[in-house]
Structure formats: C-alpha cells, structure tokens
C-alpha cells in the first residue's frame, strides 16, 4: 500500500501516526487513572465512571455558555476554569456517593457493580432531564481548535497536545500525591491493610471518602478534556466504560505505573492496527488480544506483591 | 438549544400532554370549525369493511417511535412533525369526514419492544394506519407483523433500499435516489475523482457505499482510495484522518452516524483538515446532527438529502412556520422529519381516492398519487411503494443551516433493487 | 444474621435428606401453577406472547443463580449465551424462510436475504449444519456451552476470579457484539436474522403457535428449575456453596476447584443458551442487541431482584422487572429509568436477597406455623432487620 508515496510522505505519515498513538494513550491514560485509583487502590468496581466523566463534560458545556453570554473577554480562558469546576463537581458528587453507597459495600466488591450500575442509569436519566436526550455541542475557544504546522506536511492538532499536557500534569500530580504526599501514604496504608492502618491512628473513612472522591474528580476532569474530541450527551459515557476497565485490569489493577504501561500498549496496537486494518477489526483484534492475554496472565502486566 | 430540547421533551413525555396530543391534537383548532364539518363523510359500512378501528366521526392511526432510549434523539423530529399533519389535517375537515385519533406507542430504541408495540397497534387497537420507525433494524422487526396481519406503515427515513412490501410506504429516499446524484454533481463540480469512504459499521453505510463505490468505478470512472468502517460509539478517528492524509482523496464521502459523527468532525477539524478546501460529501449529517456536532466544526461540508430547512418555496415556508409554532421557535428541522410529515398527507389522499380505509384498497390507489404541497416540492408515489423526489446538495454553514447549492433538475425515480449496484 | 449469605449456607447444609422440602414443593407448584394455568387462562394471546418473551430471560436468571448465587462467579456476559442460543435456533428458522422458492428475486436463490445483499453467493461452512432440525436442536446447547468452556477453562485454571472473571466477561459481550455487528454478510449485521416464519414446516408466527411454544417455555423452565434442584441438592451443590465462601480450604481437601466452577459456568451457559432459543422462537427474530453488555447485566439484576440464592426467585424476579418495565415505561418513561436504577442500589444496600429473602423472612415462617399449627413448636424466626452488615 505504500508504493506510490513519496519517503517524505511517509515519514510525516509515521510522524502523524505515531502522535495519534500518543493522543490516544494520553486519552486512554486520563479515562483510566480516575478508575486505577478507585479499583486498583479500593476495589470498587465504578460502573458509574463514565457518568462521572460526562458531568465533568457537562460542567465544560456549562461553563462555555455562560462565558460567552456573560463574560465573552474571558472567553479563550474558560477551559481552564471549566476543568477545575468539573474536578470539584464529579469529586464532590463522589464523595456524596461514598458516604450514601459505597461504603456500605468495601465487603462486597461484586455489589459494588450492580449498585454502581444502577447509580450510572440515574444519573444517564439526570443528564437527559437537565440537559436533554440530544448531545450538546460544547464550543471551544479559538486558540484550540487547528493544528500545528510542523513541517510542510507534518500537522499536530493542537487540542491532542492539550489533552498530552493535561495528561501529563495530573499523572504527575497523582503520583507525587499517592507516593510522597502524607495523604497518599494513609491511602496506600489503608488499602493494605485496613484495621492496621486504623489501629495506628488513620481515619480510615475518611481516607476511603477523599480517595474515591479524587478517583471521581479526575473521571470529571478527564471528561472535561474529551469534550474537544468526542461528543457530549447523556449515554456518551458508557462508550468508555470497557475500554476503561480493560485499561486498568490489563495493568495490574494495584499499580499506577501498570495503568500507564497497558495504556501506551493497548493504545499503540489499536492505533497501529488501524492504520493497517479497518477501524472495527482492529478494535476486535485489539481487544481479542488484551483478553487473550488477561486469560493466560491474569494478575495484568504489573502487580504489586500483597499478602492476602 | 438544550434548554429547548429539555422542555421539549417534557411536554412530550408529560403523561397529560401526551393524553391531550392523543385525541385532541387540534381542538382548539376543531372548536372553531363548524360543527358538521365532520358530519359530511360517508357511511361507516362504506368506508371500512375489515374490521378497522373507524366510527361515524373518528379514524385511528398508530405512531410508533422511540420516545426513550439511545433513538429518542433522532425520533423526536419524526413524531413531532406526524403530529403536526395530522394536527391540520385534522383541522381541515380530516379524512372522509373522520377526524384522525392518534394512538402513541414508545419502541424504547429496542427492536422487540417494536415489533411488540406493531402487534399491539394492529391487533388490539386496529389502526387502520401507522407511521413510525426509525432504524433498519426497527423496520426490519415490524416487518414480519405488518405483512402477517395485512397493516399500513408509513416510514420515513432514507435508507439503503432492498426492500419493497406491500405493506409499507416508504417516504424517505432510498440509496441510490440519495447518492447518486450527490455524486455525480461532486464529481462534476468539484472535479472529484478520487474518494474515501468513512462510515459506521451497520447495513446502512456498508450498503450505501456499496452502490457509491460501483457509481465511482463504473459511471463516473474515477477511484475510491479507502473504506473504513468503524463500530457504533467509536470516538477515536486520528488513524483514519491520517490515512485520509496520506490517499489525499478529492473528496471524502461519509455516513457516520449517532455520538461517532461529533467526534469524526471535531477531529477532522482538528487535525488540520480545511472544510472548505477538502471536498467532504456526507449523507449523515442533517440538521439535527449539526446541534450535537456545532456548525463551527462542519462548515464548509456538503450534505446530500432531498430536504433542507433552508428551502426556498411557499409550502416549506408555512411548515416551519406552523412546525415551529407547535413545537418551539428552536427547534430544527432535517430530511427525516419532513419525510415523516409527507406520510400522514398521503395516506389521507389514498384514503379519499379509495374512498375507503381499507388496507388493500389504500395499496391500489397509491401508485401515482401526487402530492402538490409537500415542503420538499412536489412528489409522487411510485408502483414500488417508494417516492419520486428531487436530490439536494447542501453546504453546511455556521449557523447550522445549510446554503442548498445544488437541486436535481428532475424527479428522480426511486430504485430500491438497483441494477448494477448489488 | 451477619452475612446474607450464611443463613442460606445453614438451610443448605441442614437439610440433608430430602430432595426438596414441602416448602419447596410448594412453591415449585405454586409456580407450575401459575405459569402454566393462571396466566394462560386470564391473558390474551398478545400478552401471553409477552409474558413468554420475558420468561426465556428467566432460563439466564436461572443460569445466574447457579454461577453466582452458589458458585460466587458473576458473569456479565450471560447475554453471549443467550444470544449465541438464540442465534442458532435463528439461523435454522432463516435457512427454512430462505428456501429456493421463496427467495426467488435475489441474484443467488435460496441463502438468506442479507447475505445476497452482500455479494455471498454460496452458503458459508458454518451455516450448513444448521439446515437439520436436530443438529440445530443440539448446536443450540453445544455452542454456547462450548464457548463458555473454552472462556471459563483458561481462567479458573489460573485462578482468575470475581471482579476480574465480571470484567473479562463483560469485555467479550462487547467484542461478540462489534463482531457480529460488523461481519453482517454472516450474521445478518445490526438488524439481526430477521422474518423467520416456520418450524419445520409449521407456522410459528400464529398466535396458536405462540400458545404451544409459551407452554413448551413453560415445562422447560420448570425442567431446569428441577434440574438446577438437582444439582443444588447434590453433593456438588454444597461444595459449590463452600468454594465460594473458603476457596482455599476446598482445594485443600483434594477437590478440583477449577473444574466444579468450569461446570457451573457451563451450566448457566446452557441454561441461557436455551433461552435465547426459545426467545427466537417466540419473537420471531434474534439480533446482536441481545448480546452486549447492557442486556447481559439486566440479566444480572433479574437473578439479584428475585434473590441471587433463589431458583424460584429467578423467575418471580425477572417477570416482576420485566411486567414494571413494560408498564412504568408505557406511563412514565422518565420515571422508570430512576426506578430501574433504584431498584439497583436498593437490592444491594437493603435486599441482598431479594425477593426470595423478604418471602423467607416474612411470610415462610409464618406460614410453617399454620401448617404446623400446634404439634409442633414454631421453628426460630431468623431475625429481620438490614441484612447487610
């Protein structure tokens, strides 16, 4: 298939191509590391995430309108504003669920799913209720929408860098958080060993609340940035919700560093296969893989050693 | 427009709103008529010998849409304009001198429960009509129950074509009546040769580009340099814009459908992709879609369709005038919805050439009926249940509208088995 | 009553002897009852069909209680088995309306409408077995349970279990869904193998037709209802009951864990597979909207509403959330997706068993005192209250 193109346009083909791999791993890195946190650290099993993430797209929406019909000056900045309001609005609805459901539940991670199920077809009827059945077009600030001219043929688009960057800044975020904060190091005590870790002093449950609430906020923030790429409405979120958990199981649901890895692995093979296949085998293929692979190594790429 | 959609979509589901649209859909319209208008029809016994739900003074007529789940969004136009036609037809005397009742029932985006609510509309009920249906597969599940229990369906949207019953009118374009002559201006106009199809993984896109791809090698003689197929949902399109990239085709024909179709245009945009230098055909994209896409992202695309809003003519200026006064100043109108508004029209003109509601001779007196007022102009319907129509070409704007730059000189005859492309 | 989960271990293994207690018998005749002569009797032939449609959802809830309720393993693909059934059983009704006589306007007579439209001009090799009824009859139950063997094998030999075995299962629906969906030339795509008309020559779309199949529905629900008795009761049964509370100390005692949960796995499997069958049958169509992840966790809910430890609560689950569904939706279709998803959260919170818990609680006891009136002394009423802990 490459016999009729010049070198030159292959290479700013591969170079295109291997930045929407990158884009791709970053958007599979935001969707997953919300979930990693609250499966891999607490093991609920979150059906709701992709609902969380839409809030934080919703948020986005918000905020667009009332920009630009009340402080349209302000406008090229919005996005920045919006991320934040929709970390805190997914978080503090995650927390509002911890205490009213999830902690009810730690015992029993296989309930966790149903009743999670369940919140996700409340808050799919909220959104329809509040914002209607359609999608809602979420307008963005002039500055990132195009692409970057890299050379002649070479683009970049710039909002697939933006959504690298803010990838990039939460996943650092998170792990200092996790690894050198105080903070983290209650969460990750009281995910080893829970009564431990309360006889020593920790507030367990108020550790578990704040820990699925940052689980929640980055789903929202994560939603936030998809609104630039992909569409707004009230079953949007459901389109994650495999892919997320693929992404998290694959990487050894304990481990951060295996979230990023299956990540880049999974997102490179689908966007490799899809430049060589159709778009619908190579998703087939790609996911045959992952299970393919969960079946003969289940414990994922990465696992911590725990003692049960 | 959400807040619009949201009020919408209340009213609609508002358990006494939709009892008052049930029966009443125009009294405060009918109170003003006087009171024999009704009175003038023919004798009962006359008109209906089948055992159809039809009285001295009311004629039923079923809608069967999805008014919950995933379809919800795409139905909505549809049952609102059936609702408006029959609203006035209502109002200018009804059919035969019988006012039309209309039954509602939801399919819930499930093709069971349509196939379920079908049985229930023909056998319970005895709608003597029922417009509905959205999706292939709906159509495909009532299909069966239409033809085992001798109904009459009226469907409105464009579809691929292979199918013909006796049973169902079929208001919208099929395939080749859409595309074709989308094709050709594109090639004649823009100079296309060379061709990517994108498209969503189900019969529709397959089938459609099927007959597009033996139009461009056989007719046209030009190349179609890619074909893609993504699965319904799917909401990363990066690989495929580059290959887009890479063929560099003159133009890229389209038909993604549903939350894929947001994502494919603001990544197209994204990625560098200048609308209004790249040619980009689609056969997806009405109004409706551009809501959730935002005209921003798809100015400057083509869309072909045998209705846009933006038609300039005197039955279409009074449609969206009334369309928008039974259902709000913000909402729009596409293809589907407007087909959908033709179908309770013609049933009522086949009825009165019958002289009866009776399903078979509904049936034979169709073929050749014209009908003058339709906002797209004038149509007729075909022996093959199908309806001649012009095809439009329209160029997306900002604003959501489209700039309609091209109008078939002719009728085009509807071919739902076409020779050549299978 | 700590764990929801420990009276019923205790009911289990207290009981040794008989095969099902009068209670049980009771209430096995009381739905025999039920489906067989009330409903019958006082529903219309279209609501019969209906209520047959939501009783092949029973076979899967049945499948459910099994694998998860006694063996601990949720799976959320039950709809592949369900639609891998029902799939087989359409593809031979489809090759029987496809017949050469039928089909005579297509470029190549006598293979199904949708595969003429995509250019196969032959019948493909796995489509051929099912033009006998009995090779179909058998593939029905074949394939699945295959499936569900080859999937479950790998897994419980690695010791992949709970939330992992839930998650990879819900990942193939999704992959059997895009694959049916996008491989249309075979499958008949999105809108299903549709328009099937005969049985081995008798019309299956007549509402006589529909009364008969409800009925065969009816008895071979019952049958499996006995049959998963059966294997509740047995030897098996209870060390399905101990490998999900103690894994370990099952293996321990020299029993093959992994084989009892491929088994159990399997069994659900054919129960839903002979659902999806029957559901063709009825409905008169099969399509991948069966398949996916949404259907297969309804499913789910339907064993979790009757009572994820409860045979007869399976049933009374899933027409109680279907019979809601049909008549919230119809009324009030804003309301019922809320309904829906509190009826989630409220079976988990405050009923972990369901129906089945609130009959056992509440009116069994009180009706063994009747029964029993005073020869004997009344059995101790196990304490209500929340039953989580």
Redesign the interface.
């Known amino acids: 298939m490459f016999g009729d ?1 010049s070198l030159g ?1 292959l290479g700013a ?1 591969f170079a ?2 291997g ?2 791999g990158l ?2 791993f970053s ?1 599979y890195v935001l969707m997953a590391l919300g979930l990693a946190i609250i ?1 891999g650290q607490m ?1 609920v ?1 979150n ?1 709701a995430h992709g609902e969380f993430m839409i809030l934080g797209a919703y948020m986005t ?1 918000l905020c667009s309108t009332f920009f630009q019909s009340y402080l349209p000056a302000l406008f090229p900045g919005y996005f920045f504003l919006a991320m934040v309001l929709a970390f805190c609005a997914s978080g503090a609805l995650g927390m509002l669920v911890e205490l009213a ?1 999830i902690r ?2 730690y ?5 966790t ?3 999670t ?6 808050l ?3 959104y ?12 963005l600030p002039t500055w990132l ?3 970057v ?1 890299v050379t002649e043929s070479i ?1 970049i ?4 860098l933006f959504v690298m960057a803010v990838t990039t800044l939460i996943t650092v975020g998170v792990a200092l958080l996790i690894y050198r904060s105080r903070f983290g190091q209650q969460v990750r005590a009281v995910m080893a060993n829970r009564p431990m870790a309360g006889a020593v002093g920790i507030d367990t449950e108020k550790v578990d609340r704040y820990t699925f609430g940052l689980g929640c906020g980055i789903a929202g923030v994560a939603g936030s940035a ?1 609104t ?6 009230p ?2 979120g ?2 994650y ?2 892919d997320t ?2 992404i998290v ?1 694959f990487g050894g649901a304990a481990s951060l560093l295996g979230t990023i890895a299956s990540a880049f692995s999974i997102s490179q093979t ?2 490799t296969l ?2 060589f296949l ?7 293929l790609t ?2 893989a ?2 393919g692979i ?3 190594r ?1 414990q994922g790429l990465f696992t911590l050693k725990v003692r049960r | 427009m959400a807040d619009g959609d949201h009020d919408l979509n209340r009213g609609l589901r508002s358990p006494l709103r939709r009892k008052l649209l049930m029966g009443l859909a125009a009294a405060p319209a009918l109170s003003l008529l006087p009171r024999n208008a009704f009175a003038a029809g023919p004798a009962t016994s006359a008109v209906s010998t089948t055992g159809l739900a039809v009285t001295d003074t009311e004629v039923t007529c079923g809608i069967l849409h999805s008014i919950t789940g995933t379809m919800a969004i795409s139905e909505t136009g549809a049952q609102q304009a059936e609702k408006l036609a029959i609203a006035q037809i209502n109002e200018a005397g009804g059919i035969l001198g019988r006012k039309i009742k209309i039954i509602q029932e939801d399919g819930a985006s499930d093709w069971p429960t349509f196939a379920e609510k079908a049985k229930k509309l023909l056998v319970n009920d005895k709608c003597a009509a029922v417009m509905g249906c959205w999706t292939s597969a709906s159509r495909k599940a009532v299909l069966p129950v239409f033809e085992q229990y001798n109904g009459l369906l009226y469907y409105p949207t464009f579809y691929e074509g292979l199918e013909q019953s006796k049973n169902v009118f079929y208001t919208g374009q099929e395939a080749t009546q859409q595309i074709l002559a989308g094709l050709d201006w594109v090639h004649k106009e823009k100079g296309g040769d060379t061709f990517f199809f994108v498209g969503s993984d189900y019969i529709w896109p397959r089938t459609s580009n099927k007959i597009a791809r033996k139009h461009v090698e056989n007719v046209l003689k030009g190349k179609v340099v890619g074909e893609e197929y993504f699965p319904l949902g799917h909401t990363q399109f990066n690989s495929v814009i580059n290959k887009i990239k890479l063929t560099k085709p003159k133009v890229i024909f389209t038909d993604v459908v549903g939350g894929s179709n947001v994502a494919f245009y603001k990544q197209l945009k994204a990625s560098g992709i200048d609308l209004s230098k790249q040619v980009l055909l689609t056969i997806s994209v009405t109004e409706d879609e551009i809501d959730g896409i935002g005209g921003d992202n798809i100015a400057g695309a083509y869309s072909c369709m045998k209705y846009f809003q933006s038609i300039e003519n005197d039955n279409n200026k009074k449609f969206v005038a009334d369309f928008k006064k039974m259902w709000g100043e913000k909402t729009v109108i596409g293809d589907v919805t407007q087909a959908a508004y033709l179908g309770p029209y013609l049933w009522k003109m086949a009825c009165e050439k019958a002289g009866s509601f009776d399903v078979d001779k509904v049936v034979a007196a169709s073929p050749d009926l014209e009908f003058k007022g339709a906002p797209e102009g004038y149509v007729r319907i075909d022996p093959n249940h199908h309806l001649w129509s012009k095809t439009r070409v329209g160029k997306a704007k900002p604003d959501g509208q489209f700039e309609i730059v091209y109008t078939s000189p002719e009728l085009i005859k509807p071919d739902p088995f076409p020779k050549g492309y299978q | 009553m700590k764990n929801p989960v420990q009276t019923l271990t205790k009911s289990v293994t207290v009981n040794d002897n008989p095969f099902m207690k009068p209670i049980e018998w009771l209430s096995l005749a009381l739905l025999a009852l039920v489906l067989l002569v009330v409903l019958p009797s006082l529903l219309d032939a279209f609501r019969l069909n209906l209520v047959g449609k939501y009783l092949t959802y029973a076979f899967v809830a049945l499948g459910l209680v099994i694998c998860w309720g006694y063996a601990g393993i949720l799976s959320l693909g039950q709809g592949c088995f369900f639609g891998l059934g029902g799939y087989c059983m359409a593809m031979y009704l489809k090759l029987e309306a496809s017949s050469v006589a039928n089909t005579k306007i297509q470029s190549t007579p006598g293979i199904p409408d949708f595969m003429d439209w995509n250019q196969i001009t032959e019948l493909p090799w796995f489509w051929k077995p099912f033009q006998s009824l009995p090779l179909t009859l058998i593939l029905v139950v074949a394939v699945p349970v295959l499936f569900a063997f080859a999937i479950s094998a790998a897994m419980f030999k690695r010791r992949v279990g709970g939330t992992y075995f839930a998650i990879i299962t819900q990942a193939i629906a999704a992959i059997l869904t895009i694959l049916i969906v996008g491989q249309q030339g075979y499958t008949g795509g999105i809108n299903g193998i549709t328009d099937l008309r005969t049985l081995h020559g008798w019309d299956i779309r007549t509402d006589s037709a529909h009364t008969i199949l409800y009925f065969v529905n009816g008895g071979l629900l019952l049958g499996c209802i006995l049959i998963a008795q059966f294997v509740k009761k047995s030897k098996l049964g209870r060390i399905l009951v101990a490998m999900r509370d103690k894994e370990d100390r099952v293996r321990f005692s020299g029993y093959s864990v992994a084989g009892f949960k491929v088994f159990a796995f399997c069994l659900a499997a054919a129960f839903a597979a002979i659902g999806g069958a029957m559901f063709t049958l009825q409905v008169g169509f099969m399509s991948p909207s069966f398949v996916g992840i949404v259907p297969s966790i309804e499913m789910v809910i339907y064993a979790a509403v009757g009572g994820r430890m409860s045979l007869f609560g399976a049933v009374w689950g899933t027409l109680l959330v279907n019979w809601a569904k049909t008549s919230f939706s119809e009324s009030f279709p804003d309301l019922w997706l809320f309904g829906l998803g509190a009826l989630f959260i409220a079976v988990v919170l405050a009923f972990p068993n369901g129906l089945a818990g609130i009959w056992r609680e509440h009116i069994e006891p009180r009706l063994t005192r009747r029964v029993k009136g005073l020869r004997a002394p009344p059995p101790a009423i196990v304490p209500h209250g929340a039953p989580a802990e």
Do not use: C
């Open positions: 193109y346009d083909i295109m191509q930045f929407a884009i791709l958007v499966f093991g099993i059906m929406y459901l009810h539940l015992k029993r991670p296989l309930d799913l149903l009743a199920w369940g919140l996700s077809l409340i799919q009827q909220a329809r209720s509040i914002f209607g059945a359609r999608e809602v077009g979420v307008e929408i195009g692409s001219q683009e688009p710039i909002n697939g998809f630039m790429i992909g569409s707004t409405g079953t949007s459901q389109l919700i495999v958990f693929l199981v689908q966007s899809e430049f159709s778009g619908s085998m190579a998703k087939v996911l045959l992952v299970v969960l079946m003969l289940p």
